[in-house]
């Protein structure tokens, strides 16, 4: 979790330390080394934020509908044993990414809701 909030804060440096510091504490498999392979290329993605290639450029992170619907791919290839383990912890990651953002953006429109009615 602490991960997802400083790429989506853009703050790469911190993210990047709390990545190897994952990458320390897991045990090392295949479907760690996708998951761990995922955050490394969604800190690449934030970075560049221009490839026309690249998932992130290409979603509305405020979108909360949009994130739901990429969640539920993202699980369904997670579970799909017609994936490699490598495979299906990458898609974990991505799953959780997305589920964080939608926990963020639940969270800012219930912030904005409180201070409509306080304001």
Known sequence: ???????????FAEAERELERLSNDVKKNEFN?????ALNG???????NDDQYVFLPTV?????????KHQREFSKHQKS???????????????????I????????????IVQTKLG
């Open 101 to 112: 953002l939608i926990k963020l953006e639940e969270g800012a429109k219930t912030k904005e």
């Open 60 to 68: 509305n992170l405020k979108d909360e509908r949009e994130l739901i």
């Open 81 to 99: 044993k017609l994936h490699s383990d490598f495979d299906r912890g990458f898609f974990k990651a991505w799953a959780e990414y997305m589920r």
């Open 33 to 37: 080394s996708g998951f761990l392979r």
């Open 1 to 11: 979790t602490r991960f997802f909030q400083l790429l989506t804060n853009r703050q």
């Open 42 to 48: 969604m800190i690449l993605a934030h970075k560049s």
